[in-house]
């Protein structure tokens, strides 16, 4: 496995699309981390001689600034960083959750994966909304619970995925070759199963970074989810567009970080599965 | 090659096997014995049941009824951690060489599995050392270890499968056409590597192919299936000078040669209707169906002392 | 006079990861009307590439050099559209696997039908009986319940025999049969094979048999090709090149061919090594690294294809083996 690592990672370097992909990504990350010390303005500092300015260089706002004088450039910055933690460490809780359960449904079979999917239909059966509301009520109104309640939903559709991806595989002959070789469920789960489905499944995982980040804005718009003074990339550009023709900076700046991000983690994914799914070719 | 084989207790005793899919019987009371070191062919053309009953014996699909007797116990009969403890004696070859490997596993890995499962007190580098002397047996080069299915031609990939399946030296490999997908000039090197191994190892081998000349070359007695039953057993000189039952002669009669004139059709071509459920399933075909053919199906018997069929005019065909 | 199909210095590459894979070298051959040709060698070889080639068939991803005339007119490079007025008529094609080369949601007599609908002109309702007459001519039984079967109804060799039908609906001038009996028993084999050699003498068409079994090839056919490494390496009548064979490679796959009678041999004959995987450096002659008979120079020096004495017996070897 760690051989076929290498292999991946070898392909994945000579692609030059999903390589910039990466680098943008990363380049996010280490802004988003070092945005604070790069920008004298606080993210929830209000300006009141520079209330709604335009971006400009010179100026101390680089980005412009909202209609409460705050800095455009650290707000964009926290929001990006709050949008990604939340779609990454989503759909990290999904992915985890939702390939174990897939593939033990899948390739068990019979009335275990039986009773394994009607759980799951339940559960996707329960309104997003309603569940959030509810576990609102209950725990108070915190970022730790919109985590939950999105990777609550998320691992379904991965599950199901992974249970499709499974199924296919196992009636081919190399998973009969190890049943013949003596090897466990366990075994021929975790070694023959997994690594097998885990290109369009992990292809997936990043396509769904940019869902969780628009599911979070969708919550956030909501209140049930990033609350002021924070901010997320949802909750600026939501903000953005009510103020969209007199001050378009403040949609352009959250929105352009979102397109760029939403596209390099899209290239990136297409990039990682042609890297991961060299050996079916 | 040993052509004697000694009379002992049969390894395998397969008695009654029958296996049904969806209620459509596709094996039906299927028994025969195999020997330490004996090899048995296995004839009979697609959907005759050949690879259902490599599996059903292996216990890789579930039969129906019947037993599976591997050293006296029931293979059918025992519970999950027995059965994966015996496999260690029970390996099999598969049809298709590339389809029987993990892909996103090189083959150093692949044939070090069973060892990962069986032979847990050995350590990394004695492990590498096994692999890397079963590759070489094989006839590959112990540096392939660290390459990846896809980079092996399918004789090369065969090869893989088979050192995966030989590792632990298992009493029993059943092979299950494992040269039908590889052509002409590699077929020869499996077969004689399969030889090889078998005679190292003492082997007692279930060869599946639907090529005769093959397993003429190999095989000590020869089962011919039809239609899910065995119709004849014979030993191997037995079966090809002079075989009894009529579906075997047709076999036998319309393989190519270039230096022979054209085989002729033996049998009608194709059956009027799906095979009926009394009398004999090869009858729609049969050049020698007679009224009794169509009441009741004909039992296995031993026509000549060693050589069985199941027709009921074997013994008419026999002159 | 111009042969019925003609293929001058055909070559196929494909592109695969920024690679030039030859699958077809340089091959030229030529099948005269009523001729039948038969088309041996491994897989890998580019036995079926050359005639995916000359009927169009090929994956986006394959160059193809050369020139292919049929009755005299191009019919390489030139458009779906011109091609489409000799492919499925006056030119047709077998495949291997019945079960894939049929449609499975329409019946037998629809599929069949079309064929003359699409390239005869006919009307639904005449080319309904002609499609249930050569039924009957491939001697499928039943040929009035089939036509209202589905593919998936019918055994594989059934299925064959339908796809024989429609290959000759239209009555073609040559027919292509990409390995018929490979997915079929051999009771079945031996049934296609006489039906097609049959078919071939009542209708006076050309056949090109493609396949790996020399045994299928011997008794159909009047001249047999053995390609190898995408080149043709010996060409012969058929019953000179299994007595005669000059190209050591031809020689040790006739020997690789075990018996069902006469002694036993205590190993199965083999041929040594590997056939050259695509991308392999193409240098000399592509067999010399299997060859008992190569000398340094087949390493460097490719042979040509080059008369060889006898009857048309043409071989591509340095060292033939003596006739």
Known sequence: MSALLGDAARRLRSNPAALCAMFFILGMVVLTLLGPWLNPNGSDSLDWLHVASRPALQSAHWFGTDRLGRDLFARTLEGTRVSLAVGLVASAVSLIVGIGYGAAAGYIGGRTDHAMMRIIEILSGLPLIFFVIFLTVIFGRNEYLLFLSIGAVGWLTMARIVRGQTLSIRHREFIEAAVASGAGTARIICRHVIPNVIGPVVVYATLTVPQIIMLESFLSFLGLGIQEPHASLGTLIAEGAGEMEAAPWMLLVPGGFLAVLLLSLNVFGDGLRDALDAEER | MNDAVAVTDALLRVRDLRVEFGGRAVLREVSFDLFAGETLGLVGE???GKSTLARAVLRLLRASRGSVAWRGRDLLACDSRTLRALRRDLQIVFQDPLASLDPRMTIGETIAEPLRIFELALDEPARAGRVAGMLERVGLAAAMAGRYPHEFSGGQC??????????????????????SSLDASIQGQIVNLLRDLQADNNTAMLFISHNLAVVRHLSHRILVMYSGRLVEMAPRDALFDRPIHPYTRALLAAVPSPWAPQPQPAATAVPASLPSATGCSYRERCRYAAAICAATEPPLEEVVPGHFAACHRARELMT | MEPLLNIEDLSVDYTHGGMEIPAVRQVSLAVAARESVGIVGESGSGKTQVFMAAMGLLAANAAVRGRVRFEGGDILGVGAES??????????????DPMTSLTPHLTIGTQLAEVLVCHAGRSWREARNAARHMLDRVRVPEPERRMSQYPHELSG????????????LCEPLLVIADEPTTALDVTVQAHIIDLLGTMRRELGMALVLISHDLGVVAGLTDRILVMYAGRIVESAG????????????????????????GPRQQRMPTLLGQPPRPGDPDEGCAFAPRCARAAPRCRTVRPPLEDAGGSAHRVACHFPLPS
């Open chain 3, 238 to 261: 058929a019953a000179e090149l299994f007595q005669q064979a000059r190209h050591p490679y031809t020689a040790e796959l006739l020997k690789c061919i075990p018996s069902l009678t």
């Open chain 3, 157 to 168: 060799g059934l299925r064959q025999r339908v796809m024989i039908g429609m290959s000759l």
């Open chain 3, 83 to 96: 091609l489409n007025r000799v492919r499925g008529s006056k030119l047709t094609m077998v495949f291997q």
């Open chain 2, 46 to 48: 697609s959907g005759s």
């Open chain 2, 158 to 179: 065969q090869r893989v499968g088979i050192a995966r399946a030989m590792i632990l030296s298992p009493a029993l490999l059943i092979c299950d056409e494992p040269v």
